[in-house]
């Protein structure tokens, strides 16, 4: 029998899928992999951290899910504050910097 995910498996899944993209990204870029592994760890702190926001939020109300951040827009949200708050290497700020300049666009 069909179970749908969970609202935290949705977004976990979207996690792992976006992480390894922009992993494959930053080393195309020649980003150093202990620079790599600090931004997704980092990308992966905050994404969890606002996910259990999110699930408390949509577990009282499960229309709050039309109020919160996309899995794509909480990843990208996540990837401008590690830039914002992280000294980046030029290709890793580059990069990320273009993700977030795409969101918005697209937006």
Do not use: G
């Not at 494959?24 to 702190?45: F, G, P, Y």
């Not at 699930?55 to 990837?79: G, I, Q, T, W």
């Amino acid at each position: 029998m069909y179970k749908p995910k969970s609202t935290r498996e949705i977004y976990i899944e979207s996690l792992s899928i976006n992480s390894a993209s922009i992993e494959k990204q930053l080393a195309d870029q020649s980003v150093l992999s202990e620079e790599i592994r600090s931004i997704l760890d980092l990308v992966s702190k905050i994404y969890h951290e606002n996910v259990e926001r999110i699930v408390a939020l949509c577990d009282k109300d499960m229309m709050a899910l039309e109020n919160v951040p996309s899995p794509l827009k909480l990843f990208v949200d996540c990837l401008a504050h590690v830039q914002r708050s992280r000294n980046l290497s030029s290709p890793a700020s580059r990069l990320i910097q273009q993700y977030t300049s795409a969101w918005e666009d697209w937006m």
